[in-house]
């Protein structure tokens, strides 16, 4: 295939042996990753995107399957490559995209629909001007494949990317959103009112301001399609007037109109608008949510009522799972525990509705919403059974926003909640595994006192009784619920572990595969939750052998392996030294894992297995785990390895999270075993400088997080081997400080002690460029909890003083408010250093300008300030101090 021309044309050879191609892939029976290979070798002519628009867009006598199929390969490559490609080519494939909006067949039409939205999401819509003049002269159209077309390629880009038409667009007098919204509420097809209901509802729930200051104009036919007479078009959401409608839509006796109705409410807070708008609507909406929250009688959810645990899963009854790499400092992310149940419907969309009700409004919504409960509550008939099991729901739905009011409570809320453990209806005992934990902050809370100990027992071997159930979903939910609860009681279940041990590993051996993941990660909780109790020959010979059988059972590429890498990871660092006797041959698994994932990248053949880079990340966690629990015991093992080589490897991997568990492993082993990494430690720290220094930071955050922390754990390992990068690096950290705002919090905080370090061991090389930083950094110091690595950054910061006494000057309100920030500097040593910068500024800042300096601070920070300057146990050191200038000093915060 040549390069394209300015007016590029298929060379027929080509179009048929690519045609040919996609047609096998659309045969059930042919080699699938042959065919992926060969269209691979195909992928790296220059046009061969342009054959696959030609192929979707022109190719008539070929059947739609093959043109679709040319369209979805299509619009996955331009995924990646389209930035890359030749003008001419993007310009190719975007003008044969435009008349497949008209196409007449339905699945041509909405193949290039998706591409386009996929053009927009990486362009926008000002590199592609031709596109709203376009979509405009569909709507327009008097004929409806057109103006379907249209609609449909509008409403996914309302779904992918509703931000780009609320934008101000060069060559435009006004928002393409403002062009577009008066045509989507116009239509008399069904089949289009019900793809603009889609993209208006985008809108209507993020609420831009275009939208939010002109609803009347917008939704002024709201109402005559909330009477229309197709179902789906009911879904359809000036604000008052919506809630209203809402309200009324979401009693509609149609589930999926319910439902639409339902997301508005979670759609409403989440946007902050005004809650005084809402709160006299929550007496009527309540009711609704509750009786919404009871099951549906086609529910899927009522097939689980049966013992089932000794049936086998089915294939699809494994849901996908996703490991989340190893991250090095605070994270932001919150835990899914509430996985009510396992699809999306009105049940647990109005158990999220109440739960973010009760957040915003509080204790406000209990007078109308206890009654209800209690009364379901109090019906003990089988045939009420689902109210019952909602009543439950929407009190663990309510813990979190209400807990104020329900905590007085609490102890007969909890105590009415355990003998529902036991209940005859497992989807009763499911949800109350649920609820339960829900107040495990509580539960453990109260272990001091004789009642709740009791009750903390109670609840254990309840959970733990639950555990072993007959039926697979209440053994999730209970599984789910124990772990929770494991993490509040921590080191409370150190004297239980016996009874814990034999009920999990009795679940061990009773469940199936999808459960077995849960037992995992129980496990794994609890190592993080004991620890070094867990250290003990009694436990470990309960604990390792079902799962070192487990471990030699599966195959390097069984994706079961993935769970069982997790827990391993958890219960090594718990173990510490005491994993040595477990240690060597699962370190050599992991290595045989990412050799053969290497391997199989580039070479999948030759590997045996499949490209699977969640086996290397599972497999450099573990690695971080032994690590991080043998400590220098992992020495012999990396010593007679390769593994240096393989981590410099990964570190340069494309996949991000690939190279996220690289570095956090790259730290782990620059904290026990430094002198292995020496050999390539040049490239080590270029690498990891790298991943600093990237346009795409934010997309990439964890993986710089990871990669800031290993430089500062090399730094102060290596000391002045790493000054020849030092500036480097230093020049990558102080943008991230000075612009923190939007950032992730444990890389503003990973940027200034790695900073602190390279100072410590590089004060020559820093403090010459430390006026440049010295705000930001001490701003972002003074963010940091008490601890060891804070204490290495204070040390960088008193030898760059020392260094260069005048680069602080400008910055010394910002200088002590960080040191006022700790509540106890702990080590002696470090003590005394600040003590000393402090009396050297003070002695040498005459006339009054200490005093200036001190009357710039807030009464609680000099207060902290002087505990370091009332130490009389140096003697006054002017000399060092004499040479600063008195000029230059900033005493403005």
């Keep these: 295939m040549a390069a394209a021309p300015t007016t590029w044309q298929p060379q027929e050879e080509g179009f048929k042996e690519i045609c040919g191609l996609l047609e096998q892939q659309i045969s059930p029976s042919s080699d699938k990753s042959q065919i992926w290979q060969q269209l691979q070798h195909y992928s790296q002519f220059p046009d061969f995107n342009n054959y696959l628009a030609f192929i979707l867009a022109r190719a008539e006598g070929k059947s739609v399957e093959v043109r679709q199929a040319a369209g979805l390969l299509l619009k996955n490559n331009l995924k990646t490559a389209f930035k890359s490609m030749p003008a001419a080519n993007q310009d190719y ?44 002269k569909c709507l327009d159209s008097n004929e409806l494949s057109h103006m379907e077309g249209a609609m449909d390629a509008l409403s996914k880009i309302c779904e992918d990317v509703p931000q780009v038409l609320d934008s101000e667009t060069p060559g435009l007098s006004e928002r393409p959103i403002n062009i577009f919204l008066p045509r989507l509420l116009q239509s008399p097809h069904v089949s289009l009112r019900k793809l603009s209901l889609g993209s208006v509802n985008q809108y209507i729930m993020l609420m831009p301001t275009v939208l939010y200051m002109s609803m009347d104009k917008y939704l002024q036919g709201l109402f005559v399609l909330a009477n229309d007479p197709a179902a789906e078009v009911r879904k359809l959401p000036h604000l008052r007037n919506v809630i209203e409608y809402m ?29 005084e708008n809402f709160r006299e609507f929550l007496p009527r909406l309540i009711p609704v949510l509750l009786s919404n929250m009871a099951y549906a009688e086609d529910d899927e959810s009522l097939a689980d009522a049966e013992d089932d645990g000794s049936l086998p899963d089915r294939d699809q009854d494994l849901k996908p799972r996703f490991h989340s790499s190893r991250f090095h ?58 109210e019952r099991e909602a009543a439950v729901l929407a009190l663990g739905a309510i813990a979190e926003g209400c807990i104020s009011g329900l905590y007085p409570h609490l102890p007969q809320i909890v105590a009415f909640l355990i003998p529902l453990l ?26 001091d006192h004789r009642e709740g100990h009791e009750q903390f027992d109670k609840v254990l071997m309840g959970l733990l009784r639950r555990i072993l159930d007959n039926n697979k979903r209440v053994q999730e939910a209970a599984c789910s619920a124990f772990a929770t609860l494991e993490e ?13 041990l034999q009920h ?40 390792m052998p079902p799962l070192i059988a487990k471990w030699q059972q599966l195959s390097n590429s069984d994706k079961d392996l993935f769970p069982l890498l997790e827990c391993f990871t958890s219960i090594a660092q718990a173990l510490g030294s005491g994993f040595s006797q477990f240690a060597q041959p699962v370190f050599q698994r992991c290595m ?82 430094p002198i292995h990494l020496h050999p390539r430690l ?26 800031c922390w290993a430089i500062g754990e090399l730094a102060i390992k290596v000391n002045q081997e790493i000054s020849p990068i030092a500036m480097t690096v230093i020049s990558c950290l102080v943008p991230i400080l000075q612009h923190a705002e939007g950032l992730n919090k444990s890389l503003i905080e990973n940027s200034a002690i790695t900073l602190g370090r390279l100072a410590w061991v590089c004060p020559e090389i820093v403090s010459q460029h430390m006026e440049h930083f010295m705000q930001s950094w001490c701003i972002a110091l003074s963010m940091i909890r008490d601890d060891i690595e804070k204490e290495d950054a204070f040390r960088g910061l008193c030898a760059m003083v020392r260094a260069n006494p005048s680069g602080a000057l400008s910055s010394l309100v910002f200088m002590c408010k960080a040191i006022a920030s700790w509540h106890e500097i702990r080590s002696e040593e470090l003590h005394n250093e600040v003590c000393q910068v402090l009396l050297g500024y003070k002695q040498m800042l005459k006339n009054g300008a200490w005093e200036q300096c001190m009357s710039a601070l807030e009464p609680p920070v000099k207060d902290k300030l002087s505990k370091y300057q009332s130490d009389d146990s140096f003697e006054q050191n002017t000399e060092f101090w004499s040479h600063v200038p008195s000029k230059g000093v900033s005493f403005e915060d």
């Design 592 to 673: 045989d894992i990412i050799q053969t994932q290497q391997l199989a990248k580039v070479d999948p053949v030759s590997a045996g297995v499949q490209y699977d880079k969640e086996f290397m990340v599972c497999s450099l966690d573990l690695l971080s785990g032994l690590a991080e629990g043998l400590g220098s015991g992992i020495e012999s093992l990396v010593s007679q390895s390769n593994l240096r080589d393989l981590l410099l490897q990964c570190c340069m991997n494309d996949a991000p999270d690939v190279r996220q568990s690289a570095f956090a492993l790259l730290g782990d082993l620059a904290r026990v075993c």
């Design 682 to 707: 040049p490239e080590f720290l270029d690498v990891s400088a790298k991943q600093l220094n990237t346009p795409k930071l934010k997309e990439t955050v964890s993986v710089a997080n990871n990669a």
């Design 329 to 386: 400092g605070s994270e932001d992310a919150e835990d899914d525990d509430d996985d009510i149940v396992n699809i999306w419907n009105l049940r647990k969309c109005s158990a999220a509705a109440l739960d973010i009700l009760s957040n915003v409004f509080g204790d406000e919504i209990l007078p109308t919403m206890m009654p209800v409960v209690q009364a379901n509550l109090s019906n003990t008939a089988d045939t009420a059974w689902k």
């Design 504 to 543: 999990l590993m009795c679940a061990f051996g009773k469940y199936q595969r999808r459960n077995l993941r849960i037992v995992y990660d129980a496990i794994g909780t609890l190592a993080d939750a004991v620890g070094g109790e867990l250290n003990q020959p009694a436990h470990l010979d309960v604990l």
């Design 247 to 275: 309200l009324q839509v979401n009693k509609d006796p149609d589930e999926e109109v319910a439902l639409e109705a339902c997301e508005f409410w979670s759609a409403y807070c989440e946007a902050q608008l005004p809650p």
């Design 422 to 447: 036991d209940d005859k209806f497992p989807l009763i005992r499911s949800i109350s595994c649920w609820t339960v934990s829900r107040f495990s902050k509580f539960i453990v809370q109260g272990i």
């Design 488 to 500: 509040e009681a921590a080191e409370e279940l150190a004297p239980r572990l016996d009874v814990i």
């Design 93 to 136: 494939i975007k003008s044969e995209l435009l008349p497949c909006l008209g196409a007449a067949d339905r699945q041509i039409r909405s193949t290039a629909g998706t591409i386009i939205s996929v053009l927009v999401q990486l362009g926008g819509v000002f590199a592609w001007p031709e596109l709203l003049h376009a979509l405009v």
